[in-house]
């Protein structure tokens, strides 16, 4: 049996709460969310959206070895241990500092923040990390206010590397987090106009909010930062007053890691991408198994952190070839209908202005041989404040303009209609006021040949809408 990864005297202490019975069985792990909690976990009721004090019985029903609750809640038949606080957000914000507190001196600590690309660079720094020793991350994009204290509380004692995803909409918010996580390396991946309806001074507040990630580095510690971003001179003068140890990465002269060439290609039916990167003046070669030159750019941030970390090989950058995309984050699926491909490259977790040029540059090569037709499904980029209207507009005119191999496009959304306008009027597919509404039309137009592209910011709801698409083409689908 595995060791536990709390006793339940240290979890109690650490808190600050007060014990209300004994678990009956090892503690394994930490949960917010009974519907994925795993026997052994302790159930952490949060109040949210809904107030997780709701669902405790349930907890203990699925195996739950203690639930994390706060002083009101009145004990129910079956519930079994309780960790009783005054705040249960606060109290998982204690065991996070506590799970930090009790990692060996030797151990490591990176943070990894940015407008895009911040779940991808944590999975493949995790992976890359892994060759060196026992390490920790989140599960999926646990960033946020909640998301940080529950990586840091699920961190094993015994961790060597460990690497926290830190996200924020406003100013303040990493600020608190990072000094939680305490990292050895800071990584910023970018800054771009995402958020930016929440900052008066657009992206320059964005650009300080995420340099807020300099002000929980430990003594000594390293600040990654993008050399080629338009905000630079803020983020190295944050860095700067935070004492950390500047590094840059980008296709700037000056950078400390550049990529000098990158070799798209494929490794069978997969997307595949060859880089060839100089790491302080250092060549170094690895294969990236997701396409972009934005993936490659954030790739030197990774090599750049593991040379800082005295661990840059060829071994540890080998794994960075099997880390590809995930669902909503450019996971790429193909079909075959009628003895002709369809691909269906599903973008649609997040988008912003320069995450969607990214992604409609790619999507618009892969329509080549064998595929006959390029499709496009977008909806609202979010929180983009007043020029929200500009840069959905520009939108339209980029795909117009540049985009020769999408033939249709379809959208959803108020802001989206800017966008369908600025189209030419042969590109113009359906625009439809909600994602639902536009299913219909999506599976009406979609057929053999096609590569489908879905973006557009989680909020927009298109989930649902690749749900539909691969709903209509099951039974002849394989991952690619």
Request: proline letters at 5%.
């Amino acid at each position: 049996m595995a060791d536990a990864l709390w006793t339940w005297d240290d979890l109690v202490r650490a808190s600050g709460g007060t014990a209300d019975g004994t678990p009956a069985g090892p503690i394994s792990g930490f949960s917010i969310d009974t519907r994925s909690l795993q026997p052994g976990e302790v159930f952490v009721a949060l109040k949210d959206a809904r107030d997780g004090h709701d669902f405790v019985a349930t907890a203990f029903e699925r195996g739950a070895s203690a639930a994390l609750v706060e002083r009101g809640y009145q004990r129910k038949a079956g519930d079994g241990a309780l960790l009783r606080t005054d705040n249960s957000l606060t109290a998982l914000e204690a065991i996070g500092r506590a799970a930090r507190a009790r990692l060996p001196s030797s151990a490591r600590v990176v943070a990894v923040t940015g407008s895009a690309g911040k779940t991808g660079t944590t999975a493949m720094l995790h992976a890359a990390l892994a060759t060196a020793g026992k390490t920790h991350a989140p599960e999926k994009s646990f960033n946020n206010h909640w998301g940080v204290p529950l990586t840091l509380a699920r961190m094993p004692a015994d961790t060597e590397y460990a690497v926290v995803e830190i996200g924020m909409n406003h100013a303040g918010e990493i600020s608190p987090l990072v000094k939680m996580v305490r990292p050895h390396v800071a990584i910023i991946t970018n800054v771009l106009p995402v958020h930016v309806g929440n900052f008066p001074d657009g992206e320059v507040g964005v650009a300080k909010a995420k340099a807020e990630i300099f002000e929980g580095l430990e003594p000594g510690g390293a600040a990654i930062i993008p050399r080629d971003s338009a905000h630079f001179e803020v983020l190295r003068q944050a860095a700067s007053s935070a004492g950390g140890q500047i590094r840059t990465f980008g296709g700037h002269e000056t950078s400390n890691a550049k990529s000098r060439l990158a070799l798209h290609g494929s490794d069978g039916e997969h997307a595949q991408t060859d880089v060839e990167a100089e790491i302080d003046g250092r060549a170094v070669r690895y294969k990236l198994a997701t396409p972009g030159q934005h993936i490659v750019t954030n790739s030197l941030a990774i090599a750049l952190c593991m040379e800082r970390l005295g661990l840059l090989t060829d071994r540890a950058l080998a794994p960075l070839a099997g880390i590809g995309p995930t669902p909503g984050r450019g996971a790429r699926t193909k079909y075959m209908q009628a003895g002709e491909p369809v691909l269906l490259i599903d973008e649609s977790y997040n988008a912003n202005p320069s995450s969607m040029h990214w992604a409609m540059v790619l999507a618009n090569l892969e329509v080549e041989a064998p595929y006959k037709r390029g499709v496009f499904i977008l909806g609202d980029m979010l929180e983009l404040g007043e020029r929200s209207q500009t840069f959905h507009a520009e939108l339209g005119a980029f795909i117009g303009d540049v985009m020769e191999n999408v033939d249709r496009v379809h959208a959803c959304g108020p802001m989206m209609h800017h966008m369908f306008d600025a189209l030419p009027a042969e590109r113009r597919g359906v625009w439809t006021p909600t994602s639902a509404e536009l299913i219909p039309h999506v599976l009406k137009d979609i057929q053999a040949g096609d590569v489908i592209m879905v973006k557009g910011s989680n909020g927009s709801r298109l989930a649902p809408v690749v749900a539909a698409i691969k709903k209509h083409f099951a039974g002849s689908h394989g991952s690619v």
